[in-house]
Structures are given as C-alpha cells and as structure tokens.
C-alpha cells in the first residue's frame, strides 16, 4: 500500500531491531521465530482490547433464500427423494423440510435429488409437493456477534420492522407453534454456535423466524474478533491512523517478555500513540450535529453544533462548552 499503513513485515523488523535480531527475519533462528509469533499476537491482542473500537464494528448483510419447491418428493425411513429434477440446494442442512404443513429438520445434503432428515418415522408417497424453507445462515469467520437488530434494505423496507436479535429457547419455542408460517417478513433472529471443529474454530449461524419466504437482504452491525498477521496477511485491522499505536503494542509486549534493558519504555509510547487514536476513532464516529436542544423555563440558552467543536448557543452567542 502506498499510505503508512504499518504491515507485517514493519513489525518484525522494528522487533528485530529492538531485541538485536536484526532486521531481516531470513537470519533469525526459530526459537527467534517462535517468540516473535508470540509477542506479536499478544501485542495484538492488547491493542484491540484496550478499546471498544469502531473499526471492529463493520456491518454485514445477510441475504435470505427464497424457498424451493421444484419437482416431487418420495419419504421413506429418513431418505428425502426428489423426482421430476428438483435440484435441491446444496445448503439445504439449513432448511425445513415442509409437508403438509408440517416441518421436519433436515440433517444432510446428499446430492441434488436426495436429502436426509430427522424423523425416520415420516412416509410420504411419490409425486407429493413439498418446500423447502431456510432458517439457518453460516455467519462470517471472526464473527464476534450482532450489536443491536438487522434492518431490511431500503426498497424493501416499505413497512417491515427491524428484525429483533433474542436468544435459541425464543427461536424454538415460536418453531413449535404455527404462529406467522404465511409470513412474508422475518421477525426474530437468534446468534447460534456451530458445533465446534477444532480445525476450524468456532464458527456462528443465523437461525431466523420465521423461515424466509423471499430472497431478503438483512444488514447489522457486529464485532470482528481479529485474526492473527502472517506474510499473506499481513496488514492489521485499523488502517494507517493507528499504525505507530500497533507498532508500539507489539514493541511493549517484546519489551516486557523478552528484554532485559528497561531504559526505553515502550510501553509509554505505546500509551502517548493509544490516546491519540482513540482521539482519532472518537472524531470519525461523532455526529456532525447535535440539532437544537432548548432548555425548560426562559434561560434562553440552547445548544448546537458538534461534539468535536463544543458549541453552545445563548441567547444568539456563541459560546464554548465546558
């Protein structure tokens, strides 16, 4: 990048440097190696916790499938078989599968004409309609959880609500009824954790109710839980603005488990580079106006104006804020 973003290879030369590695990574030995990777996420993970930052709070869009009901369907012990090409979705684990207006969980995806379900005990016969409903949606890898409801997209928002976040026990309770099944809009959502897979991580789904009747777009906000930096990424979340605040993390953590010499503190120039970009990050999420607030009774002071520029207004003057 051309602007003074710092990336992964400025901090292993500044650590190098420092500790008297030298500054090119190709003659350190692995032990060096090793505990480089060390102070480098714990530096990390210092500079992103230390603050609720806003960058750390991206928004994201979830878009909703329609359902799918092309050919027929035979049940039997648990296998779903389809006919007439149904072509079911290859994420159709995240599916209702709806007869008669009944749902039954489906468990796996086996090819475009056979799914299995929950309930082996279910009998339908060849050349019976069904649906297939979603209700579940893989969310982003380093996805820390949804701040606050989802919001439809502007044109298709003419009078949907926002889409209130609750917890599982509400999403499978409002499942046991037939409460809103011909709904066109999503109501409620919940945040639920993946079975976990250890070489994965943990991963998170969207479960929603009820079950989209359209193809929707749905967009929060949500915290990021940062990944590790290496060579192929290997520029940290944040952006230039904080480049000397990060530098000065991994430099601190460095200081403290590796070296022995305390005569230069880089924990204060850690802390001098943490208040200017909280300075920095406080400005960028700051309205540019507060509007016109009017005190009671004949004080005739009212206040405009900007966080950023602390302007009050009485009876016509400008004033400061203190």
């Known amino acids: 990048m051309a602007d003074l973003s710092v990336e992964y290879t400025d901090i292993q030369k500044g650590v190098g440097l420092m500790l008297g590695w ?171 954790p993946k079975s976990f897979t250890a070489t994965l991580g943990q991963q998170w789904e969207l479960h929603t109710w009820p079950a989209s009747s359209s193809a929707m777009d749905l967009t929060g906000n949500y915290r990021v839980v940062p990944n590790d930096l290496d060579a192929v990424n290997k520029y940290p979340l944040g952006g230039a603005q904080h480049g000397n605040t990060i530098l000065y993390s991994v430099l601190s953590e460095a200081e403290t488990r590796l070296w022995d010499n305390t005569s230069v503190s880089y924990g204060s120039r850690f802390q001098e580079c943490l208040q200017m970009s909280i300075a920095y990050d406080q400005r960028q999420g700051a309205p540019e106006t507060l509007g016109v607030m009017q005190f009671p009774g004949s004080s005739g002071l009212s206040v405009r104006g900007s966080l950023a520029q602390e302007i009050a207004l009485y009876e016509g003057h400008e004033s400061s804020i203190v």
Not at 22 to 49: C, E, H, M
Not at 75 to 83: C, P
């Open 22 to 192: 030298g500054r090119d990574p190709d003659d350190w030995t692995t032990i060096q190696d090793s505990d480089f990777a060390l102070v480098l996420a714990s530096g990390l993970r210092k500079f992103y916790g230390v603050y609720d930052w806003s960058f750390l709070k991206p928004r994201y869009t979830v878009t909703t499938s329609a359902p799918h009901s092309t050919g027929t369907i035979a049940v039997a012990s648990g296998t779903v078989t389809g006919s007439g090409t149904p072509n079911f979705p290859t994420a159709s684990a995240d599916y209702w599968l709806v007869v008669s207006g009944k749902r039954y969980e489906v468990t796996a995806y086996t090819d475009s004409t056979h799914l299995t379900i929950a309930d082996t005990s279910l009998s339908v016969g060849a050349g019976s309609s069904y649906s297939l409903t979603r209700y579940k949606y893989t969310l982003p890898s380093g996805f820390g959880g949804f701040i606050g409801p989802l919001t439809y997209a502007p044109n298709q928002s003419d009078y949907y609500r926002p889409v209130e976040m609750v917890d599982d026990y509400t999403i499978r309770a409002l499942y046991m009824t037939n409460v809103l099944d011909n709904a066109t809009e999503i109501v409620k959502a919940s945040v639920i």
